[in-house]
T-cell receptor
């Protein structure tokens, strides 16, 4: 069964500092990988996705993630944090086989940005 | 605007009183799914639908029903709600894009409290 592990349920950074949110997945077949962001009292918004092709993926709001198959990782980064980045971030995996394009989510990482 | 619309946003109900949470998408997506989000448990899939009249169980289907009579609508039905169904519910949809999964578009969520 596929699973997703997000290291650190809570990450705190200073404004302007590097943001690094970690995600490792387990999948026996090539995965589709996603990062979503959830602001308070809102739904989940897609930040970026890896399906095929280039392993460095750029998303919205200056975020990017790199798919590393050898490490089964898909860490999310942003060079300089902004106060508006404070939210909960979810890594998710799906795979191309089967009839259910189910997304399996990690437990989430709450990002706090300090002034 | 492309979107997934859920109603209601908030609902407080009593044990045993049947309710329906509606979900509608305007993107002509084939795939739709329901998730619930609970603290410490993350997001878990309840039901999904690959197309009209094609539905199947996700990971936590007990106590829920769905139907897909039209492509745009995918209501979630709780025949006899119980307090353990108190949760934040999300509807999501996706195009299957000639076999490439592109990730979900989520609704804004329905916060359900069963007393």
């Amino acid at each position: 069964a596929q699973s997703v592990t997000q290291l650190g349920s809570h990450v705190s950074v200073s404004e302007g500092a590097l943001v690094l949110l970690r995600c490792n997945y387990s999948s026996s077949v090539p995965p589709y990988l996603f990062w979503y962001v959830q602001y308070p009292n809102q739904g989940l918004q897609l930040l970026l996705k890896y399906t095929t092709g280039a392993t460095l993926v750029k998303g919205i709001n200056g975020f990017e993630a790199e798919f590393k198959k050898s490490e089964t990782s898909f860490h999310l980064t942003k060079p300089s944090a902004h106060m508006s980045d404070a939210a909960e971030y979810f890594c998710a995996v799906s795979y191309s086989g089967g009839s259910n394009y189910k997304l399996t989510f990690g437990k989430g990482t709450l990002l706090t940005v300090n002034p | 605007e492309a979107q997934v619309t859920q109603n209601p946003r908030y609902l407080i109900t009593v044990t045993g009183k049947k309710l329906t949470v509606t979900c509608s998408q305007n993107m002509n997506h084939e795939y739709m799914s329901w998730y619930r989000q609970d603290p410490g448990l993350g997001l878990r899939q309840i039901y999904y639908s690959m197309n009209v009249e094609v539905t199947d169980k996700g990971d936590v289907p007990e106590g829920y029903k769905v139907s897909r009579k039209e492509k745009r609508n995918f209501p979630l039905i709780l025949e006899s709600p119980s307090p353990n169904q108190t949760s934040l519910y999300f509807c999501a949809s996706s195009s299957l894009g000639r076999g490439e999964f592109r990730g979900y578009t989520f609704g804004s969520g329905t916060r359900l409290t069963v007393v």
